[in-house]
């Protein structure tokens, strides 16, 4: 055979080489991925490697080999860029898509919500029977999980923003927390920067747990301004809040759902019928409506409140005419 030939030859071969690869390269990017079923979840944990995950992929029969998963990868330059997280694909789905996913971190997610009016306490039942958060502080005392957060010897009690968290399968509980700490943190600075003037607040803590104390008595949020007026004019007064929240939270878990006379009478830091001014932390979380109520109250005449029975409440400027109101709605009188 001819040098000419020869040549002829392998270039014929290497145009046949390169238009199998090309059909192959080809079949890769177009072809979608055999799913088991769709949609189809799969989980990449933390810390898993793209080797890992195609080796996974390909024990579940969704990509025939690993390695052309990985060559993709690398060449893409996403190798290094993969998410963890819970991922949901439906058919149709090429392994370029997958891989678009992945390096995006396009995970389907879960959510917990904190309610405006709950507990630290609650928080941590509500992250506990999240399966899909990992635990990692929620067995820590308050003060050793707040230094974990960043927040060295701030307490938990309303330190956290209401709302509903939204994060990814195998997200660690110190994240979350995290994210509603930042978010009050941050509202309740900007709330604290507007307030009006001449409030009887010394500071946006003070705000915040008259916040929390005002979420705790309103039934009904038209009456959410009016409740913060009062306790914003007992405090101008020098007159103790007397509010019935702050000494069910300092009973903790003795309350059996009765408040009695001699609760009211037992002294606790959160007892407002037996000491002056606020209590020394928040009794829950408030909403960002409870914290504008109390740095922008409007001006009443109002120091009494008295719950009607139907959630709403009855607003008396001095105790004769609340006397009536008590007597009215809560003693069945006329």
């Known amino acids: 055979m001819t040098l000419s030939r020869i040549a002829r030859f392998i270039a014929v071969v290497m145009l ?10 080809w079949s890769l990017v177009t072809r979608p ?3 088991p079923q769709s949609p189809w979840e799969f989980e990449v944990k933390s810390g898993m490697s793209l080797s890992a995950i195609a080796h996974e992929l390909e024990a579940s029969h969704v990509i025939t080999r690993a390695w052309p998963m990985i060559a993709m990868a690398r060449l893409q330059g996403v190798d290094r860029a993969i998410k ?8 149709g789905i090429t392994l370029p898509g997958l891989l678009s996913r992945l390096s995006q971190g396009d995970a389907t997610q879960t959510s917990v919500v904190f309610i405006e009016g709950t507990t630290f306490a609650d928080i941590r039942r509500a992250l506990r029977s999240q399966a899909q958060v990992k635990n990692t502080v929620l067995d820590l005392p308050d003060a050793d999980l707040m230094a974990k957060l960043g927040a060295p010897g701030q307490g938990a009690e309303g330190r956290f923003f209401p709302d509903t968290y939204f994060f990814a399968a195998g997200s660690s509980d110190v994240a979350v927390l995290k994210r509603a700490h930042d978010t009050m943190t941050a509202r309740l600075a900007a709330a604290w920067e507007k307030r009006a003037p001449d409030l009887p607040l010394a500071s946006a803590d003070e705000a915040l747990i008259l916040a929390s104390i005002v979420e705790k008595e309103t039934g ?3 009456d959410r301004p009016l409740i913060a007026s009062v306790f914003i004019n007992r405090l101008k007064a020098g007159m103790r809040l007397q509010t019935d929240p702050t000494v069910i939270y300092g ?6 759902g009765n408040l009695r006379r001699r609760d009211l009478d037992a002294d606790t830091p959160w007892n407002t019928y037996t000491r002056d001014g606020l209590p020394p932390t928040p009794i829950a979380m408030p909403s960002q409506a409870s914290l504008d109520a109390v740095l922008h109250p409007p001006p009443t005449p109002y120091l009494y409140f008295v719950a009607r029975g139907d959630g709403s409440s009855q607003f008396s400027a001095n105790l004769a005419d609340h006397n009536r109101a008590v007597a009215k709605f809560q003693k069945g009188g006329h």
């Open 84 to 91: 963890a997280g819970n991922y949901e694909i439906e058919s």
């Open 33 to 35: 991925l055999r799913l």
């Open 16 to 25: 046949l080489l390169a238009i199998v690869m090309g059909g192959f390269v």
């Open 220 to 222: 009904k949020p038209v």
């Open 251 to 256: 009973m903790g878990t003795t309350f059996d």
